[in-house]
């Protein structure tokens, strides 16, 4: 094999919660990871040169070192002593610095296609223990579907699907530096938590209503503070039909979740005409598989 394509997925956050700052910097959380219709394109092909060489649609992304593809891909042929080389077409869909984990859905896409492309037969699980010390989002982005996710990001729980919905997804026109955000949050002085374990079982009985009721994200208390238009942004979707609407990651990006196919299509031409969107989608959850061409 020489060629090898591979879909990476972005994610929303049903639900986020910070449970303390550890004395190492790090937060523990407790999240509910949720895979959604959008993806990137990434194709590897084989190089004789052993060189990493990045092609992407976007100007603004890095094609050296400061791209986690690169980084991944690294990592991948000095632990397996690959001595050949790769190339990478990046097609960048995923909104970047958005709360929707696109670099790290790059990163475990590019941990799966090293894998595949120089017969490495690794399981997931040795593929997660080499994700995680990139980024402490992929070794959920190897998996995908429905998870929980504790620790700093790496203890995960698989759950079931979630009921079929449709989703709105808009990025307002501003980046958001995770770095940013956990450094203005102060973790144990929170009003409050989201119900993370109650949203576990709704999802393990299947109740969309019971998922919804739930949502929460306690980093909002800072990127909506700094920047109102994410509240705007949830207010039109609700307007319009979303039976709950919330922020994702540490953001800018914003969801709205809709049982009536006219509601979304409604609540997507209203955020057009609104004008506050840089990327805006209409989509609705993926199941993380599938992911290869
Ligand atoms: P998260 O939800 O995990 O916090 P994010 O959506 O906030 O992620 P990303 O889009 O993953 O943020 O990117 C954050 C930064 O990482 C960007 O500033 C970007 O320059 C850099 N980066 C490196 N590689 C990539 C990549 N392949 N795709 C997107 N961003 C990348």
């Known amino acids: 094999m020489n060629t090898f394509r591979i879909k990476a997925y972005a994610k929303i956050n049903l639900g986020l919660d910070v449970l303390r700052r550890r004395p190492d ?3 523990e959380v407790k999240m509910i990871m949720q895979t959604v219709d959008l993806y990137d ?16 649609d976007k100007e603004e992304l890095p094609a050296d ?9 690294a990592r991948m042929k000095e632990l397996y002593q690959i001595s050949e080389g790769v190339s990478v077409k990046l097609t ?19 941990i799966h296609a090293m894998d595949a492309l120089f017969s490495l037969g690794l399981s997931l699980e040795e593929k997660q223990k080499i994700g995680v010390k990139l980024g402490a989002d992929i070794p959920y982005c190897l998996m995908g579907g429905t998870a929980l996710s504790e620790g700093i990001g790496e203890i995960l729980t698989k759950l079931p699907d979630v009921p079929k919905a449709k989703l709105v997804i808009a990025k307002p026109d501003l980046d ?44 909002e208390t800072v990127t909506c503070k700094h920047y109102p238009v994410i509240e705007q942004m949830k207010g039109i979707l ?3 039909g979303a039976v709950n609407a919330l922020m994702s990651g540490s953001g800018p990006t ?12 409604e609540a997507y031409e ?14 609705g959850f993926a199941d993380g598989r599938g992911r290869e061409d």
């Open 25 to 27: 910097g790090y937060h």
């Open 41 to 56: 394109d990434l194709e590897f092909t084989k190089l004789a040169e052993d060189e990493i060489r990045i092609f992407t």
């Open 65 to 73: 070192q400061g791209n986690l593809i690169w980084r991944a891909a």
């Open 92 to 110: 960048k869909r995923i909104p970047i610095a958005a709360g929707m984990a696109g670099g790290s859905a790059d990163a475990a896409a590019t």
């Open 176 to 219: 958001v530096s995770t770095k940013f955000v956990y450094e203005n949050l102060h973790a144990d002085s929170l009003q409050y938590h989201p119900d993370i374990d109650g949203m576990v079982a709704s999802i393990e009985k299947g109740d969309l209503c019971g998922i919804t009721d739930r949502m929460g994200n306690v980093l």
């Open 238 to 240: 609700k307007e319009h």
């Open 254 to 265: 914003v969801f709205g979740i809709f049982t009536d196919d006219q509601n979304a299509k």
């Open 270 to 283: 209203a955020m057009q005409e609104a004008g506050l969107a840089r990327q805006l989608f209409l989509t």
